[in-house]
């Protein structure tokens, strides 16, 4: 069973977000942690934006807070979102990585090695590879790798970079990740990493 | 048996490298956030050339040479002249008239970095005429950074940004009177560096110094486990004077800790916080 799910999302995030995240039912069982590239003096906007569109609760991640099932978390602009192993969510101004911060590698591989194979990785469009290293690293792990089809993102080269790098688990078009994400996942047609849980 | 999978080997092995800083350097590390600590720990395995962190655990035992490196490590930071230029204005506005009621003023940048906060401060005092009655202890556990916050030396390239944030956060006059441009670099005018002193101070384990009128701790605590910003905070409450000020970064807060009771908020959103008279 999936406990944790990682988003990564740059250029053309809002509507692929806002698509994905309207779909999510009240009591969706798994936590959304995101990563979406902004510039440092972004405001609010984004987590209100899709916290009135959603069903379930968004916010902007506090340091401290313990990570709750049906929560979406946005990394606040300027700052690396990082999951602690007691699954809370600490922050840093740690240098960019991939001249990013928040950068998605950080956010994934922190999930990665708290969560392990109870993790899904999902890269949605965007203008960097930042992310793909983060992705592989959920795989070593035995999480699970989604990727948006390159052909449905407004801009291709993120979820691209992701597919060469990483033996992804899926490949998905925009418009079918809501419906796989309420039906699939939670139905376990797929099975984390080929292992059984303890 | 169930084997242990490697990346709960992870795990221990950094507990095991943080206990062996403990016992053979007195810092704890064992409170500090563990994720973004473990990144640089990874680093750090990459750079020298490492197979596992189990091989750092005698390295750090005997080379104090390499304790140096990985305490520089630890605080790699990124730091800017008046970041988030609103709370710089805030101060000005509404805190510094309460600091000019007092005769001598004292204020400590905890977890100082590279100074550019510092000289951001200094710049606002003098231009609101407190800096000469202003001591600005500036103190970080990491001698790196001191050095360069000491030297006030920048590249020249940042000055254009610093520029615009210094406006946004109310400045009177023009920023490039602050500094000397040469050869690629600014170094920072000796009218305010003359009231700053510099010092090396862990918070992890040191005391308080001197009575505090402000105290600027910023994008410190978010690196800190609960039960150590809790022993910071109340090294801070201890620091200040009644009445005295307190401004953490912007995403960090006093209200879940235990000195809560002994503080009101001055402002909310800018994250100033004020200590109450008699608690
Ligand atoms: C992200 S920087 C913040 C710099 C500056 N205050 C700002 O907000 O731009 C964090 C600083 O905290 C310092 N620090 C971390 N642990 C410390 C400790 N135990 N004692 C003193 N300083 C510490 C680091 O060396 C680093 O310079």
Redesign the interface.
Known sequence: MFEAMVVGVSAGGLHALSGILSCLPLNYPIAILIVQHRHRDSDHFLDEYLNKLSAVRVKEA???EAILPAHVYIA?A???L????DKTL???????VNFSIPSID?LF??AA??Y?NHLIGLILTGASSDGSQGLKTIKE?GGYAIVQAPQTAEVDVMPKAAIELVDVDKIIPLEALGQFLIQDLLNSTVVNGGETD? | MLAMKPEDMQEFEIHQLLEAIYFRYGYDFRDYSKASLERRILHRVQQSDLNSISEMVPRVMHETAFFELFLRDMSVTVTEMFRDPKVFKKLRQEVFIQLKTYSRVNIWHAGCATGEEVYSMAIMLKEEGLLERTRIYATDYNNHSLDIAKKGIYPAEKMQSYTESYLAAGGKASFADYYQAKFGSAKMAESLKEHITFANHNLMKDQAFAEMHLIVCRNVLIYFNPKLQDKVLALFKESLIARGFLLLGDKETIDFSEVKTSFETFSKKERIFRRKMYV
């Open positions: 506090e340091p401290g606040p300027g700052y690396h990082l999951v602690e192993r600490s922050l840093s101004i740690d240098p960019p950080v591989q922190s090695s708290c392990k792990y303890e």
